[in-house]
């Protein structure tokens, strides 16, 4: 079955960067689009970017020029490298395949940043 493991989530400053992998198994790596996603208190679940199988990237306009996605075929992880961290971004974040009919999730990882 699908298996997406987070990690790389924690406390940093603003201004601050960290960079989250995403540890997938259980289903054709390369031929699905992935997507990070976040959750704040108090607020639903949001997009913040996906990646494609080729490789072609979209963002929510907030994250746009700070976070950016990748993703290593040949070891099946999906990254996000979050540069200029600001506290509105502290959420956990899930990792998720996007299929067609419905998306498979991790468990998600907290960041939070905070002075």
């Known amino acids: 079955q699908v298996h997406l493991v987070e990690s790389g989530g924690g406390l940093v400053q603003p201004g601050g960067s960290l960079r989250l992998s995403c540890e997938a198994s259980?289903?054709?790596?390369?031929?699905?689009?992935m997507g990070w996603y976040r959750q704040a208190p108090g607020k639903e679940r949001e997009l913040v970017g996906s990646?494609?199988?080729?490789?072609?990237?979209n963002y929510k306009g907030s994250v746009k020029g700070r976070f950016s996605i990748s993703r290593n075929n040949d070891n099946s992880t999906v990254s996000l490298q979050m540069n200029n961290l600001e506290t509105e971004d502290t959420a956990v974040y899930f990792c998720?395949?996007?299929?067609?009919?419905?998306?498979?999730w991790g468990h998600g990882t907290q960041v939070t940043v905070s002075s």
């Open positions: 998720a395949v996007r299929g067609v009919e419905r998306n498979w």
């Open positions: 259980g289903f054709t790596f390369t031929l699905y689009t």
């Open positions: 990646i494609t199988s080729d490789g072609g990237t």
